[in-house]
């Protein structure tokens, strides 16, 4: 599978608003997002995307391939797991170039979150990255995780190990440790409020 640098994606999507008939908003998740807004080097394969796709943008995204050279998957995403208000808080990504494209993603905290859940080392390597650009808080990664990421579904167990490994990465082990202490009741909140959901 082709990988990305972030300047390819950029300069895709520029071609692409150039190719666009109409306004266009798309709310993009994953390695792309995180490229895009708060500047992680790491290569990417896809642009993922909660948003469907219309017509018009399917057209300007194939012209944008053939004209860039860059096949890069533009996919909707059917399942993620973001905190439960992330939507209130997304950011347009601000490119004079692009005139119809508007792109939004999850605030940092929230992106950082969506990305513990799948648990893979590569997505703790890109939290760490936009930590050392934009510095993450503490309080704000716990108080969300607490709050927000208990309709989660998966093993539940590997989530907040996942989640307390990120803490320990960006913080220490010292405030990891304080972390599962504060956590302890995740599990136990995520199960009740599934089986609420599915009596």
Known sequence: ????LPEELSNFLQVTDYYLTSRCELIIIGGAAASLAYGVTKTTSDID???????HLTVALDL?????????????????EPPYNYETRLSLIENPILTKLQLFVPER?????MKIVRGYENDIQV???????????FDILVGRFMDEMTQVIGDLKSIRLSFLLMIEVLFGQEQAQEAEIIS????????????????
Do not use: C
Request: glycine residues 4%.
């Open 127 to 137: 939290i760490e990255e936009i930590h050392q650009n934009i510095p993450l808080e």
């Open 109 to 113: 905290h929230d992106l950082a979150l």
């Open 49 to 55: 995307t909660v948003s469907k796709i219309p017509d």
């Open 64 to 80: 944008a391939k053939a004209k860039t050279g860059f096949s890069i998957p533009v996919s909707h995403v059917g399942v993620y």
């Open 1 to 4: 599978m082709n990988q990305f």
């Open 184 to 199: 302890e009741k995740w599990e136990s909140l995520s199960f009740q409020l599934e089986n609420e959901q599915n009596p």
